[in-house]
């Protein structure tokens, strides 16, 4: 590989963060790269010139940010758990499309976790000018919060999840609220006895929602069951929602409309319902809090909160991360979209003139 060419290689896993803090011994990296030590240490050396490197009492070479400098590479660090899910990756999409056109131009370090003794925390919180942390159903934990929090360390914002008892902003684009926004909407079809499905695992948002479904329930007089059966963390919640489903047209035949927790769940629902015959928005009526991005493209449509672009709200948190010694953060650490718009979906429909038919086979 010629040199310039092991230059934007090692340039690029920079920003990538590929490596965080301290980079691999020279012989491990050149192995990797497949390029002679020679050759390596030349396209190190246009690193430390640029401040992208430094070293700091040892031979290893370090990322600019972890030393304090002030020039070097700016990196934003986007931390998700491992699982895969169309609401990160919609996240991430639009934390990109926030960083275009600043200039020194900013890279983004997307990084995945499975759990919260991983180093990755820590070394992105001294490596990186920014965290932007969406935290899985493993919640947070002191652990979390000695690796993340520190003078020294960069500044985070919380996505989804409330750290601001940490002195960390956190932004929820789906505050509690919006399941009332949703109900409304249900009861104002004539249902009267609505349901919650859960099968994610019980997570600070899942425990606010399902206490906001129970507010909401016992102010309008309206009743109907919680069901509730979480996977473990990072195991898929479709498959269980979908089984789940099917038992409840027996155990709970005078619902007619769920509240599903997550997308998710919402269409392991549907299925059940069309796997019995019936279809959602019909016979039984499904809805969501949240359709990360997709409530349009199901079939049947999602009803649900119609989700926010995060960008403008991204673009804040930024500017604060960004701002140096100057950073002040104003107003509340715990903010949201002001407004909401409901995606009125095909999935819910009015309460259905005569009992939704029970699959054969069930008990009535």
Not at 171 to 183: D, E, K, R, S, Y
Request: one cysteine or more; aromatic letters at 6%.
């Amino acid at each position: 590989m010629p040199e310039s060419s092991t230059y934007r290689r090692l340039a690029q896993l920079i920003a990538s963060g590929a490596y965080l803090g301290k980079l691999p011994a020279e012989r491990t990296l050149s192995v990797s790269l497949g390029v002679s030590r020679s050759t390596l240490r030349k396209a190190l050396s246009q690193l430390e010139m640029e401040g992208v490197l430094g070293h700091s009492g040892t031979r290893r070479a370090q990322i600019a940010r972890a030393l304090g400098g002030a020039g070097g590479m700016r990196r934003i660090a986007f931390i998700a758990p491992a699982f895969p899910s169309p609401g990160t990756g919609r996240l991430e999409e639009a934390l990109r499309r926030t960083l275009v056109g600043h200039e020194p131009e900013i890279h983004l370090a997307s990084l995945r976790y499975r759990a919260h003794d991983e180093p990755l925390f820590r070394e992105a919180a001294r490596s990186c000018d920014g965290v932007f942390l969406l935290l899985g159903s493993d919640g947070a934990d002191e652990q979390l919060r000695a690796a993340l929090v520190g003078p020294e360390l960069a500044p985070v914002v919380c996505l989804e999840q409330d750290l601001s008892h940490w002195g960390i902003p956190s932004l929820t684009l789906f505050p509690p609220l919006c399941v009332h926004q949703v109900l409304d909407q249900v009861h104002a079809l004539g249902h009267r006895r609505i349901g919650c499905l859960n099968t994610q695992p019980a997570d600070p948002v899942v425990q606010a929602n399902i206490l906001a479904w129970q507010v909401w329930m016992a102010t309008h007089g309206c009743a109907g069951p919680l069901v509730s059966e979480p996977v473990v963390p990072f195991e898929d919640p479709l498959p269980r929602a979908h089984a789940l489903m099917h038992t409840c047209f027996a155990a709970h035949p005078g619902v007619t409309a769920w509240l599903c927790l997550t997308p998710d769940v919402a269409r392991g629902a549907i299925r059940a319902i069309h796997d019995a015959g019936m279809t959602a928005g019909r016979e039984v009526s499904v809805c969501c809090i949240d359709g990360q991005g997709q409530e349009g493209f199901l079939v049947p449509s999602l009803a649900c909160i119609a989700s926010p672009d995060p960008a403008p709200y991204f673009d804040v948190g930024l500017r604060w991360m960004l701002a140096g010694a100057a950073r002040v953060w104003h107003g509340p650490l715990r903010f949201s979209p002001i407004t909401s718009r409901f995606h009125a979906g095909e999935s819910l429909g009015p309460v259905p003139v005569a009992t939704a038919p029970i699959p054969a086979g069930a008990d009535s």
